[in-house]
């Protein structure tokens, strides 16, 4: 029987592609598919809707500031990062096949069920990245990372999740910035998504996006530079020389964004406070190294790929230098230069 489309609309022209449509469609490219992927894809974007609608309101609702509180890694917790961790527990709490939740914002990993209780997958997540600019309504971010769950025997919960990045199955962020963006990859490329209000709906606005292969533009805290390897002073001595501009947000999400769509590099290289790097590996620099990789784009930390990296614990650091190729290359020329 031939498929009848219907392809000639001439009074609408609302774009219909939602993120639910996407995963939907992507799930039916696998014939095996459980639609496991899909059912937490769908709680990731809930969440991510509900904490857009806090952060908008958070002035109005006087839920800015912090909770006089830390985490587990000793960053003091904005009143947002907790509200926000409590979103996403809620929307991916009940999703009969998550396995493990593991949070920025909590120690140890939550266990919901284990794997032979269909606990099938873990969710990795920064809540809200970047939450100390909130006061100052600079966009901030919900890091994901999702991987499936082993069945060995856990000596600890962290035995069930500390797997190399290029194990995970998906990764994205939403960045809840001048719109809300959503973007998603399985491993098949990098589709970005936008919040329509009016619809209520992330809707499809750049199919595989690719990351420019190269761009004058680096992205890094340069009030560390005295602190940085000499290679990386090196580097950003022949930046300033060669036409670049700096352009730092300290939101990692939003660099990142920019990073993807304008092209260039973003760096935290080792510094004497954090000489194993800032960012955390496991929620921060592996998801954003797949979605940069899967863009067209190059993530290493140290002297290896950052998807690489065994971990050794859920909430350890490393150093991040990602983005378009070109840019990295050259990097890692004045980096390693002998
Ligand atoms: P610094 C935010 O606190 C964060 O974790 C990332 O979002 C951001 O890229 C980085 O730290 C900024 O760190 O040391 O430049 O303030």
């Not at 140890?108 to 606990?119: D, H, M, T, V």
């Not at 769509?261 to 080792?270: C, I, Q, R």
Request: aromatic share 6%; hydrophobic share 40%.
């Amino acid at each position: 029987m031939t498929e009848h489309r219907y392809s000639s609309p001439h009074l609408t022209t609302d774009n219909l592609t939602s993120l639910q449509t996407h995963i939907l469609a992507e799930e039916h490219e696998y014939p095996g598919a459980t639609g496991d992927l899909s059912w937490i894809l769908s709680a990731i974007a809930l969440a991510a809707k509900v904490i857009a609608n806090k952060v908008q309101r958070a002035r109005v609702e006087d839920v800015l500031g912090s909770m006089g509180t830390a985490n587990t890694t000793g960053d003091e917790q904005q009143k947002l990062d907790v509200i926000a961790n409590e979103i996403i527990m809620r929307c991916l709490g009940d999703r009969a096949n998550i396995g493990v939740l593991a949070s920025e914002e909590d120690d140890k990993p939550i266990i919901l069920r284990s794997k032979a209780e269909g606990g099938h997958y873990a969710v990795l997540f920064d809540p809200l990245d970047g939450s100390s600019n909130l006061d100052v309504s600079v966009g901030v971010g919900t890091i994901f990372s999702i991987l499936r769950t082993t069945d060995i025997k856990p000596d600890t919960p962290e035995d069930l999740i500390l797997q190399p990045g290029t194990l995970q199955v998906a990764a994205g962020y939403i960045l809840y910035g001048s719109s809300v963006v959503f973007l998603l990859t399985t491993g098949k490329g990098v589709d970005m998504f936008v919040l329509d209000h009016s619809m209520g709906a992330f809707v499809l606005v750049i199919p595989k996006l690719k990351i420019p292969p190269e761009k004058k533009i680096y992205s890094i805290n340069e009030a560390y530079y005295d602190s940085f390897p000499d290679g990386y002073q090196h580097y950003l001595d022949w930046a300033h020389k060669n036409g670049y501009s700096g352009r730092y947000i300290g939101s990692m999400v939003a660099d990142i964004h920019r990073t993807l769509l304008k092209g260039g590099v973003f760096l935290y290289p080792p510094t004497v406070t954090h000489p194993e790097g800032k960012l955390r590996l496991m929620y921060e620099a592996n998801p954003m190294a797949m979605i940069v990789e899967q863009a067209g784009g190059k993530a290493i930390s140290g002297d290896k790929r950052t998807l690489d990296i065994n971990p050794t614990g859920l909430h350890q650091r490393t150093t991040v230098l990602m983005g378009s190729p070109a840019e990295v290359d050259l990097v890692l020329n004045h980096v390693n230069r002998p």
